[in-house]
């Protein structure tokens, strides 16, 4: 069965840079591709963007433009997504889903669990 | 950036009534809009996508309609877990975005 798993809870301070990992099982990997979708308290959920795992290709959120860094490693079958210049506003659980392999469809079957990401000073 | 507005923010019902949740947007997106149930401390649940498919293992009484701006999700008879925090979701080609509504919570009356 298709399973994401992501890495565990950070804690950051403003200023500084995370970078949290989604290993996907159950699939073929270069099939498919991932897209990262962030929640703050209370918050509805946020597209952050998608990559492509067959070839790199990228969409970003124009709001995230320039902070966000998505990548893949094929040989691990792992996601990543790296977030700079944290602010306190960017604490909320990041979600990695499987997407299109091609581009994003939107249609989010599958879900990691969700990595919480505090940053306070 | 389209936005999309879902109404009513909250709806009190009871189990086996009908629950019928409103998705609008700012402008088309063609049927290209899914709908997501959420619990607490769970990710997102795909019910519905491209407006009216519904997604692998969803029971029937989960349906969607509507095209261009205006859609809506229909739960025909709540049952005990179906109370929980709906969102809408659009998908637009250009920019390749993806929006989420701001939720409508069904709650045991």
């Known amino acids: 069965q298709v399973q994401l798993v992501q890495s565990g809870a950070e804690v950051k301070k403003p200023g500084a840079s995370v970078k949290v990992s989604c290993k996907a099982s159950?699939?073929?990997?270069?099939?498919?591709?991932i897209s990262w979708v962030r929640q703050a308290p209370g918050q509805g959920p946020e597209w952050m963007g998608w990559?492509?795992?067959?070839?790199?290709?990228?969409n970003y959120a124009q709001k995230l433009q320039g902070r966000v860094t998505m990548t893949t490693d094929t040989s691990t079958s792992t996601g990543y997504m790296e977030l700079r210049s944290l602010r306190s506003d960017d604490t909320a659980v990041y979600y990695c889903?499987?997407?299109?392999?091609?581009?994003?469809?939107?249609?989010?079957?599958?879900w990691g669990q969700g990595t919480l990401v505090a940053v306070s000073s | 950036e389209i936005v999309l507005t879902q109404s009513p923010a909250t709806v009190s019902l009871s189990p086996g009534e009908r629950a019928t949740l409103s998705c609008r947007a700012s402008?088309?997106?063609?049927?290209?809009l899914a709908w997501y149930q959420q619990k607490p401390g769970q990710a997102p649940r795909l019910l519905i996508y491209?407006?009216?498919n519904r997604a692998t293992g969803i029971p029937a009484r989960f349906s969607g309609s509507g095209s261009g701006t205006d859609f809506t999700l229909t739960i025909s008879s709540l049952e005990p877990e179906d109370f929980a925090v709906y969102y809408c979701?659009?998908?637009?080609?250009?920019?390749?975005?993806?929006?989420f509504g701001g939720g409508s919570k069904v709650e045991i009356k």
């Open positions: 990559i492509s795992a067959y070839n790199g290709d990228t």
């Open positions: 402008q088309s997106v063609t049927n290209y």
């Open positions: 491209d407006a009216s």
């Open positions: 889903a499987r997407d299109g392999g091609t581009s994003t469809s939107g249609r989010f079957q599958h």
């Open positions: 159950g699939y073929t990997f270069p099939d498919y591709g």
């Open positions: 979701q659009q998908r637009s080609n250009w920019p390749p975005e993806l929006t």
